[in-house]
């Protein structure tokens, strides 16, 4: 079975510096890898996916992720973060074999400092 | 647009009553699926469908039941709600494939007194 560790609970970050967030998975296979972020309040919405090919992968609003599949991790990265960026993000992970379902790991609430 | 809807928004109700919860999309998506979200947790998969007339459960599916009778609603039900279904609840739908993204809708808030 696939899972999803975010090892990080909170993270707060000045606003301009820069933010990585951590996601390992467990899978036997290649899989397809997510990002989403949940603003207070909402639903949530894709910041990027991967499933093949370059490793580095970029995604909306400046953010992008690399996958390391020897460290079997797909860390989020923004250079420079904005308020706006405060939210809670999620690593979600799925596999061809699990058919069309996502496993997702516990999430990560970002607290933006001015 | 085309869009996924959840409703109600909030909701109150007894331990032992029977409840559901409404999800509708307009993608004309084949998959849907509905998450609880608790802290700590992330979201976890209740029940999913792949298709009209076909339902299947996830990893937290007890107490929980769905129907799909057509492609655009999957409905929710809390047989007999219990407090520890106190939780906000997510819709969700996608294409077909597991590359395919997840659109979420804007949850239900659920409280079970």
């Known amino acids: 079975a696939q899972s999803v560790t975010q090892p990080d609970i909170h993270i707060t970050v000045s606003e301009g510096a820069s933010l990585e967030l951590r996601c390992n998975y467990s899978?036997?296979?290649?899989?397809?890898l997510f990002w989403y972020v949940q603003s207070p309040g909402q639903g949530l919405q894709l910041l990027l996916k991967?499933?093949?090919?370059?490793?580095l992968v970029q995604g909306i609003k400046g953010f992008e992720a690399e996958f390391k599949r020897s460290q079997s991790s797909f860390n989020l990265r923004k250079p420079s973060v904005h308020w706006s960026d405060a939210a809670e993000y999620f690593c979600a992970v799925g596999a061809r074999a699990a058919g069309n379902k996502l496993t997702f790991g516990g999430g990560t609430r970002v607290l933006v400092k001015p | 647009d085309a869009e996924i809807t959840q409703s109600p928004r909030h909701k109150i109700t007894e331990t032992g009553r029977q409840v559901t919860l409404a999800c509708h999309q307009t993608?004309?998506?084949?998959?849907m699926f509905w998450y609880r979200q608790d802290l700590g947790h992330g979201l976890r998969l209740i029940h999913y469908s792949y298709g009209v007339q076909d339902t299947n459960k996830g990893e937290v599916s007890d107490g929980y039941s769905v129907s799909r009778s057509n492609t655009e609603d999957l409905p929710l039900t809390l047989e007999s709600a219990a407090s520890s279904q106190t939780s906000v609840y997510f819709c969700?739908?996608?294409?077909?494939?597991?590359?395919?993204?997840?659109?979420f809708g804007p949850g239900t808030r659920l409280t079970v007194l």
């Open positions: 969700a739908s996608s294409e077909s494939t597991g590359k395919d993204t997840q659109y």
């Open positions: 991967y499933f093949s090919g370059d490793t």
């Open positions: 993608w004309n998506h084949n998959n």
């Open positions: 899978y036997g296979a290649t899989p397809y």
